[in-house]
C-alpha cells in the first residue's frame, strides 16, 4: 500500500492520511443533507437522493483515489445541483428525469472529452479572469438560495427583495446556526460546516422546529424511484433548451473539478512545472463518477474544492480519498438521522460555502475595464437571474466584443468566439 500510494515519495503515512481522509469527509458530509433537500424541491424522492448522493460520492472519491492518487472528494457539486433544481427544472420547467437525463449525456460527452485529452485543452482557451468570474458568481448564487431558504431574504412587491422576519421560529433558528458555524470556522475547526448543521438540528428539536428521528441508524433508502430513469428519456433530449443545458452542466462542471484540483494539487505540493501530474486521470475520475451519480439519480458530480481541509492535515495520496469513499459508505447508514433536516438548517451551509466560492473574485484583474465589465456580468446575473447559464452566457457574448473594442481581439481564442456567437443564438431562439 505505501509503493502503491507512494507514501515515502509524498512524505506521508498511514495515520496522517486516515486523518486526512476523515477530515475532508467531515468538511463536505453536508452534501449528504443538503443535496437531497435542493433536488427534492425538483420533485425527487428525498430517500433515494440521499443514498444516490452517498453511492456517487463512494464511486468518484474512490475512482480519483485509486487512479490518480489524488488526495480529493468527489460529490455532487452545490452549484450544478442548484441550477438542476431552480433553474432547469424550476425555471424551464423540465421534468426531473430529463433534466437528470442531460446530466446523464453530459457525463458521457466528459468521460470521452477525457480520455481524448480535449478537456484540459478547452480549459486552456478560457481566459482565467472568466474562470474565476463563473466560480464566484455561483457563490453567489447558492449564497442568495441559502438566504432564501433561511428567511433572510423574501420577496417584496415593491422592491423585489427585502429582508425577512427575523424573529420568526425557522429564520431564528437559521440565524443561530449561521453563527455557531461562522464561529467554528473562524476558530478553525474542520468539518465547523457539518457540525453546525448538527448542533442546529439538535437546538432545533430540542424547541420542536425540527422533527425528532426514529431511530439513528436504519435501512439504506431505496434508489428504485431515481435508478436507470435517465435510459427511459434518451429520446427526450433533442430540444435546444435540453442541448443548452447539457452545454451548460458540461461548461459549468469544467471550472468546479479544474479550480480544485489545481488548489489540491498546489497545496499538497505535488504539482510539478506547473501541471497536476495525472491530471487525465483525474478528470476521468470525475467524468465516470458524474455518469454513475446520474443513473444512481443525483446531479453532475464535481472534485471539493473542501478537500483543502484534508490536505491541511497532511493528506497527500490517493488513500486519503479512499478514506473518504468509507466515510461515505458508513453514513448510508445513517439516513433517519439526516431525513429530517430541515432548508432552515442547511441554509447556514449554503450561505458559507457561497462565500467561500465567492473569494475567486479576488483573483480577477480589477484594473482592466475590458475584463472588469464581462467578469461583473457574469457573477451578477447569476443571482439576479437566478440563472447560472444566464450569468455565463451574458459574460462570454460581452468578452469578445469588449477584447475587440480594445483593438485585443487577437488574444482571444477562436472557441472564444464560437461560445459567444452560441450564446447569441441561445438568446436568439430561446
Known sequence: MRNFFQFNERETNFKKETLA??????????????????????????????????????????????????????????????FFTFSVVIGMGIEW????????????????????????????????DMKHAIAGGIGFFIAFIGLQNAGFVVKNEETFVSIGDLTSPGTALAALGFVLTLMMLVRGIRGGIF??????????MFFGLVDVPNSVVGEVPSLEPTFGVVFQHLGDIF????????????????????????AV?????????????NAGRALLADSTSGVVGAIFGTSTTASFVESSAGVAVGGRTGFTSVVISACFFIALFFSPVLGVITPEVTAPALIIVGALMAT?????????????VPAFVTVIMMPLTFS??????????????AMIAKREWKQVHP????????????????
Open 21 to 82: 481522509g476523515v477530515t475532508t469527509f467531515l468538511s463536505m458530509a453536508y452534501i449528504l443533507v443538503v443535496n437531497p433537500i435542493i433536488l427534492s424541491e425538483a420533485g425527487m424522492d428525498k430517500g433515494a437522493l440521499f443514498t444516490a448522493t452517498a453511492l456517487s460520492a463512494i464511486v468518484g472519491s474512490l475512482l480519483i483515489g485509486l487512479l490518480a492518487n489524488f488526495p480529493v472528494g468527489i460529490a455532487p457539486s452545490m452549484g450544478l445541483n442548484s
Open 97 to 128: 428525469q430529463v433534466a437528470l437525463t442531460g446530466v446523464f449525456i453530459a457525463g458521457i460527452i466528459f468521460m470521452i472529452l477525457s480520455l481524448l485529452k480535449i478537456r484540459e485543452k478547452i480549459i486552456n482557451v478560457i481566459p482565467k
Open 195 to 204: 457540525y453546525g448543521i448538527v448542533l442546529t438540528s439538535i437546538v432545533g
Open 239 to 262: 430540444t435546444p433548451e435540453i442541448l443548452a443545458v447539457i452545454f451548460t452542466f458540461l461548461f459549468v462542471a469544467f471550472f468546479d473539478t479544474a479550480g480544485a484540483l489545481i
Open 265 to 277: 494539487a498546489s497545496q499538497a505540493g505535488i504539482m510539478k512545472d506547473n501541471k497536476i501530474p
Open 360 to 372: 475567486e473574485v479576488k483573483e480577477i484583474d480589477w484594473s482592466r475595464f475590458e475584463i472588469v
Open 388 to 401: 447560472v447559464a444566464t450569468g455565463i452566457a451574458l459574460g462570454f457574448i460581452l468578452y469578445p466584443f
Open 415 to 430: 472557441i472564444m468566439y464560437t461560445l459567444g456567437g452560441l450564446f447569441i443564438m441561445y438568446f436568439v431562439f430561446l
